[in-house]
Structures are given as C-alpha cells and as structure tokens.
C-alpha cells in the first residue's frame, strides 16, 4: 500500500486500521509513559461467538476505551484516563457512547485521531516521561 497522488498533486496518506494506530501508539508509549504509570487494553471483539459469550459471563463491558491509564497523583489519590483512538471522520459506537457516559464521573474519557492528539493528551495530565518520539517507532508510510 503506497502513497498516491491526485492530480493536483497533492498527497493521500494509505488508509489504516484503527488497531494500526493503537499498535503505532502502544509502541511509542512504552518508551514514553512514566514507570509508575499503568496502561492497559481489554480486549473487546474478533473473537468467535462462544468466547465472546464467555467473557461477557466473565464481565466483559461492550465500549471500553481502547486504552485506560491509572497512576496516583501528588495527593495520593488513584487517578484513571480513558483514551478512545478512531480514525478521522469516524464516531463513537452506541456502547462506546454508553460507556463514555458511564465512567466521566470516574475519570476523563478522551477521543484521538492522531498519534499527536493521544500524546497530547497524556502530557496533559503529566503522564509521559522527558522522552523524544524515535521516527523507527511512528508508522511507516511506504
């Protein structure tokens, strides 16, 4: 999959999936994110109906945010973060909106388009470490 060009010439970036971009970020993130910060995914789908149905049993929530970040703050409280990574143009799912709904009394629930704007929002709340983004770990665009 390459890059195209239109006849103005102006560059198309090559479609990627959702989960491309969280793998991008992961990656990034693992060299970023403070150490005592915790950062993790559940699982939600591709998987065959039987085990859906038994993780739903074991309480799997329809909607999770792609990624959720907990660490303590400065006052000793356990602090937590939802980020929800789409694709430009895309929107939220009804059980992504149920969820959203559910845990901002918990915490914020962010929405990125862009590796930048999930980065952005976590040195928002202070949570990556003085690091640069090494261009071997951003998404190749062949």
């Known amino acids: 999959m390459?890059?195209?060009?239109?006849?103005?010439?102006?560059?198309?970036?090559?479609?990627?999936?959702?989960?491309?971009?969280?793998?991008?970020?992961?990656k990034i993130?693992?060299?970023?994110?403070?150490?005592?910060v915790l950062m993790r995914h559940i699982p939600a789908g591709g998987m065959d109906a039987r085990t859906g149905a038994k993780l739903k049993m074991m309480g799997r929530m329809a909607g999770?945010?792609?990624?959720?970040?907990?660490?303590?703050?400065?006052?000793?409280f356990l602090r937590v973060l939802f980020l929800e990574l789409k694709l430009p143009g895309r929107?939220?799912?009804?059980?992504?909106?149920?969820?959203?709904?559910?845990?901002r009394?918990?915490?914020?629930?962010?929405?990125?388009?862009?590796?930048?704007?999930?980065?952005?929002?976590?040195?928002?709340y202070d949570l990556l470490q003085n690091a640069s983004i090494s261009t071997a770990l951003l998404p190749k665009v062949a």
């Open 29 to 36: 993130l693992q060299r970023m994110l403070r150490p005592d």
């Open 64 to 76: 999770c945010a792609d990624l959720e970040f907990m660490w303590v703050d400065a006052h000793g």
């Open 91 to 103: 929107t939220l799912t009804s059980s992504q909106e149920h969820f959203k709904r559910r845990v």
């Open 105 to 124: 009394p918990l915490g914020p629930y962010y929405v990125a388009t862009t590796i930048n704007e999930a980065l952005e929002t976590l040195r928002t």
């Open 2 to 26: 390459g890059v195209t060009v239109d006849l103005f010439g102006e560059c198309e970036q090559p479609a990627i999936k959702e989960s491309q971009l969280q793998i991008s970020l992961v």
